[in-house]
C-alpha cells in the first residue's frame, strides 16, 4: 500500500501518529515523517489514521501503479514523498 501526505495540508494534529506509529512519526512539534510504502500488515492502523486525519491530508493508494493509467498526470518520485515540513 502506497501513502501520500499533503505536508502542505497537515496541521500536525499527530493523530495519524498515535494510530499507526509504526508508520507515521511526529518529528518535533509539527514536522511530520512517515513511510510512504506501508506494510501490509499495517492496514488496519492505517485506515484508522486515515479517517481521524482532521484535514483529511493522507491519501491511500492500493493499485499497483502500472495498471492505473491516471498516473501518469502525477510526477512524483516516490522517495520524494515523505518529509518534514
Given at each position: 500500500?502506497?501513502?501520500?501526505?499533503?505536508?502542505?495540508?497537515?496541521?500536525?494534529?499527530?493523530?495519524?501518529?498515535?494510530?499507526?506509529?509504526?508508520?507515521f512519526t511526529l518529528?518535533?512539534?509539527?514536522?511530520?515523517?512517515?513511510?510512504?510504502?506501508?506494510?501490509?500488515?499495517?492496514?488496519?492502523?492505517?485506515?484508522?489514521?486515515?479517517?481521524?486525519?482532521?484535514?483529511?491530508?493522507?491519501?491511500?493508494?492500493?493499485e499497483d501503479r502500472?495498471?492505473?493509467?491516471?498516473?501518469?498526470?502525477?510526477?512524483?518520485?516516490?522517495?520524494?514523498?515523505?518529509g518534514v515540513r
Open positions: 500500500m502506497r501513502l501520500v501526505v499533503d505536508l502542505n495540508r497537515c496541521q500536525g494534529y499527530a493523530q495519524c501518529a498515535f494510530l499507526a506509529p509504526d508508520v518529528h518535533g512539534e509539527e514536522a511530520l515523517l512517515y513511510t510512504p510504502h506501508a506494510d501490509e500488515t499495517q492496514r488496519e492502523n492505517v485506515a484508522r489514521a486515515v479517517a481521524a486525519c482532521p484535514v483529511q491530508a493522507i491519501l491511500v493508494d492500493d502500472s495498471d492505473r493509467s491516471d498516473v501518469s498526470d502525477v510526477s512524483v518520485d516516490d522517495e520524494d514523498l515523505s
